[in-house]
């Protein structure tokens, strides 16, 4: 199938995420915390979009978003054309089973007082699936489907080696059958023995059920394995946005410069020349007026510009990028 | 010190690791930061107090690479300044390649390998570092290609063998015997040192 006939599962336009926050000598005047501020992306069925940026730049709050933990103040989440961003609880309730989360650190995300069985069966529980027993063959199901023995279901989380509390993090995730995962860094905090197996799982469920992934990493080597497209972040907003193989042949955006030669390579020979960058990462409580990126950008900001945000556009069939002086060299070329 | 004082080093420490607007930041609680940054203000309480050995475990692993590089590159600044050690412990070998000079790989409680950053890295000597190398995904690698793994898993702290820990895992054909055996009962395996300064787990069974 080619790209165009693909079928969109999720769309996200111009979303916004402001949290309240205090600030001030004496923490009173109230600011906003811009985590998110105009974000835009689309998904594809079956295909998976990497997320990278600076930390603080607002991945997860995104991710949250989009399962609705997180009320956007502003901005559309349509999933299989359905509008998402402003249902109360019980409306999203017959989405919430197609739309699920994996977290960095399973271990927070799962109560330390239950077996593993009875973790498991509580989705079923709430969507009221299938009798006790019913259940309890699904969980046995769920266990065999992500590489884990079926006497877990007796188990106790801290029992679990970090693999495979992902494991068993991942299973709850796919429990109910859903269409979109987030996946938020959730190899993070694994040994590359680890991560690879757990790589290997979620490709091994998004061909068997047709998954569609966000997935949220530091680990551009990680991100670039798993994904079909990527969309870089950076203070709130999406910069660039296309194919994980264009990213990676043909970076537009400074920033996505400087990320991809900072990579770090498992290879003590090969030490490279690194864009460093300089100067404070803004800050999402009163970001900048203009280009976010500006001030730590090595191209040159022309002063009409200083003030001027970018546009984000697609400068190539499928390859977005924000667009300003200071984040595109030559960026003429593309106006 | 003076709390005043203490509060404007605070600010100074947090700007030094990166957190933007560290003048607000300093009054905020720590869930209302982002995950790097939680790690950037604990990189910068550890740092504060100038010590002569800094163990950072995982320092890095939340941040994002340009991020990364910069607080690699202070605490390799302030190494050269100060003149401490660092033990940095990490699950990235991009990291470790980058900024150790030497590299310890440990396995379920014991060093199974030692030598230099080249050491390992060029020439691993025991499986369970050939199992780690051969397993990371590479820039230049296949999209969601088969990764390999090592087959099994890290034994539990309650059931390890006084023998070479790794033996269940190790593909070596000799390994079902070695397991039989008396010896992985009873002997545990000295590190012997291959080349200088390279020193690896001494059973045949765990060897490349
Ligand atoms: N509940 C909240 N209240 C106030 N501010 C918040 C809240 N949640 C997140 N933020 C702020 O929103 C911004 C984005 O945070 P977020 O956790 O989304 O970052 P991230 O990109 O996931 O970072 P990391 O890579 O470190 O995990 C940060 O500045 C954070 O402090
Ligand atoms: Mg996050």
Same mark, same amino acid.
């Given at each position: 199938m080619s790209a165009t006939e693909k079928k969109v599962i999720l769309t996200v336009d111009d979303l916004k995420m402001h949290f309240p926050v205090k600030g001030g000598v004496l923490m009173r005047t109230q600011q906003w915390c811009k985590a998110l501020d105009g974000v835009s992306l689309r998904l594809n069925e079956g295909e998976t979009l990497g997320i990278v940026g600076e930390s603080g730049c607002g991945k997860s709050t995104l991710g949250k978003c989009i399962v609705r933990l997180n009320k956007p103040t502003a901005g559309s989440i349509r999933f299989e054309g359905n509008e998402l961003s402003d249902l109360s609880q019980?409306?999203?309730k017959p989405y919430r089973r197609n739309i699920q989360m994996i977290f960095q650190?399973?271990?927070e995300s799962l109560n330390s007082r239950h077996t593993i069985g009875n973790i498991l069966e509580e989705p079923f529980i709430i969507h009221g699936i299938g009798n006790h027993q019913e259940r309890r063959k699904k969980v046995a199901e769920l266990l065999e489907k992500v590489g884990l023995p079926s006497g877990a279901a007796e188990r106790f989380p801290f029992e679990f080696s970090g693999g495979q509390r992902q494991r068993i993090g991942i299973a709850r995730a796919i429990a109910l059958n859903p269409r979109l995962v987030i996946c938020d860094e959730p190899v993070s905090a694994l040994d590359v023995s680890v991560q690879s197996q757990i790589l290997n799982l979620l490709v091994d469920l998004q061909r068997e059920m047709n998954l569609s992934y966000i997935f949220i990493a530091h680990n551009l080597a990680v991100v670039k394995h798993?994904?079909?497209?990527?969309?870089?972040m950076y203070l709130g907003k999406i910069v660039e946005?296309?194919?994980?193989?264009?990213?990676?042949?043909n970076p537009l955006h400074a920033y996505t410069k400087a990320l991809i030669s900072a990579i770090p390579i498992p290879d003590p020979r090969r030490r490279k020349d690194r864009i460093i960058l300089q100067g404070d990462v803004p800050s999402p409580i009163n970001p900048p007026e203009g280009c976010a990126f500006a001030q730590r950008s090595w191209l040159?900001?022309?002063?009409?510009w200083l003030n001027r945000p970018g546009e984000f556009k697609e400068v190539a069939p499928d390859h977005w990028v924000e667009l300003h002086p200071a984040t595109v060299e030559n960026y003429q070329q593309y106006v | 010190m003076s709390q005043e004082e203490a509060w404007e $080093?605070?600010?100074?420490?947090? $700007?030094?690791?990166?957190?933007?607007?560290?003048?607000?930041?300093?009054g905020e609680f720590p869930h209302q930061l982002s995950g790097g940054m939680r790690q950037r203000v604990v990189i910068a309480m550890a740092l504060a107090l100038k010590p002569a050995i800094v163990i950072a475990d995982e320092p890095t692993t939340a941040l994002d690479v340009t991020i990364q590089a910069q607080i690699l590159e202070l605490m390799k600044s302030l190494q050269a300044e100060m003149g401490m050690a660092i033990i940095l412990i990490t699950h990235d070998l991009g990291v470790i390649a980058e900024t150790c000079d030497d590299v310890v790989v440990m396995y379920a409680g014991r060093v199974a390998e030692r030598g230099t950053v080249n050491d390992i890295f060029e020439n691993p000597l025991h499986l369970y570092t050939r199992g780690l190398l051969d397993s990371i995904p590479r820039m230049e690698g296949t999209p969601k290609e088969r990764l390999q793994t090592i087959p099994g898993m890290v034994p539990g702290l309650a059931d390890l063998p006084v023998g070479a820990r790794f033996a269940p895992r190790s593909p070596?054909?000799?390994?079902?015997?070695y397991m039989a055996s008396k010896e992985y009962q009873t002997v545990r395996p000295e590190l012997v040192e291959v080349e200088p300064g390279h020193w690896v787990e001494d059973c045949e069974v765990v060897r490349t």
């Open positions: 019980r409306g999203l650190d399973p271990v798993i994904s079909d497209r990527i969309a870089i946005m296309a194919s994980a193989e264009e990213i990676f042949r040159p900001c022309p002063p009409e | $080093r605070s600010i100074d420490m947090l $700007r030094k690791v990166g957190i933007p607007a560290p003048e607000i930041r300093v070596h054909p000799g390994a079902a015997a």
